[in-house]
């Protein structure tokens, strides 16, 4: 039997309202959480991220690992570093690309261990 979405009741819960409104940040930081996910809404950048999870690598490396043309790659790599994803340093000709701190790897890993535990429900 499907289960409906909305309460067939109203009835507030105020200790739930106000347990909810000690832990919710200010409208503008929930703005800027949104912005910063919907870094992670494509796969193109997950890709990069995930290849970047082996160490540094040029932006010619990324290309070749992912098949994809180097303009391609370095818009991306524009995007993830405007959002503090990934942070690059010149080496001669080449620009090399890491992991800004291993909070990217844990927002990648949670994410991927929520997908695993969704599987095998």
Do not use: W
């Not at 992991?99 to 695993?116: C, E, P, R, T, Y």
């Amino acid at each position: 039997m499907k289960q409906s979405a909305i309460c067939q009741e109203c009835h507030i819960h105020k200790d739930a309202l106000e347990k909810a409104g000690m832990i919710m940040p200010d409208d503008e930081k929930l703005f800027n959480l949104a912005e910063f996910f919907k870094v992670f809404g494509d796969s193109t950048r997950i890709r990069i991220i995930v290849a970047l999870l082996s160490g540094p690598m040029c932006v010619c490396d990324i290309s070749a690992l992912l098949e994809m043309n180097q303009s391609a790659i370095s818009h991306q790599l524009r995007l993830l570093k405007t959002h503090r994803l990934v942070r690059s340093r010149r080496e001669g000709k080449s620009v090399i690309y890491a992991l800004d701190d291993d909070h990217v790897a844990s927002i990648l890993f949670q994410g991927l261990n929520h997908m695993d535990e969704a599987e095998t429900v």
